[in-house]
């Protein structure tokens, strides 16, 4: 866990996080065995099952729970609950005190189908990642995603980045994105579970330029 700002980010392992304050946020939740504390904001970036876990959502959940999700993900969610709120690129939702904003998320080099030409996460399909303003701090989660032009936009303290490469950035480019948008964090996600490991972290740390903290977390239970 990391403290920045009065804000509380922990690890869940693979892409979810859990950022807590006088709220308590969690973004892709996957193979949780906790219940507490509960959510009141779950962000789903898209529909893949390492990323929209139902029983994950539903063990996290309480009545009034809202779940900000892209629409290709909506069947997975209401599953689990009606109390859904849907986002598209470039859409901004306020659940006060949060202003949360989705960027595409999409694959520009990473093939189903090579020959094809079939990217794992093809544009046209809405999938996301969010920019959480939260009480001056800004979080991007970067979702499924390569180093789309979009994320040059991007300007956050903290960057929560995959760095396993597969079907994500590799080490590489995801710092070459964290050098381009130059955070005062980047913390590396999308290792440990479906693909990848610590050493794709820590090589990723290594080529962070100076300046720009990299925070390789443990996963938390």
Known sequence: ?????????TWLGHDGFRIKKDLVIYIDPYQLQVSDPKADVVLITHEHFD????????????????????????????????????????????????????????????????????????RQDGRVAYLIEWGGVKIFHAGDSDFVPEFRQVSADIVLVPVSGVYVMTPQEAAEFVNT??????????????????KEAEEFKQLVKPGIEVVILDREI
């Open 181 to 198: 948008i130059t955070p005062k964090i980047a913390i590396p996600m999308h290792y440990g579970a479906i693909v990848a490991s610590r």
């Open 51 to 122: 990323h929209c876990d139902p029983p994950s959502i539903r063990r996290i959940s309480k009545p009034s729970t809202i779940v900000i999700t892209p629409k290709i993900a909506t069947p997975c969610v209401t599953k689990v609950t009606q109390n859904v709120m849907e986002i598209s690129p470039g859409e901004s939702r306020v659940v006060e005190p949060l202003k949360i904003t989705a960027f595409p998320a999409y694959n520009i080099s990473k093939f189903r189908d090579p020959s094809r030409g079939v990217v794992f996460h093809p």
């Open 1 to 9: 866990m990391i403290s920045y700002s009065g804000l509380e980010i």
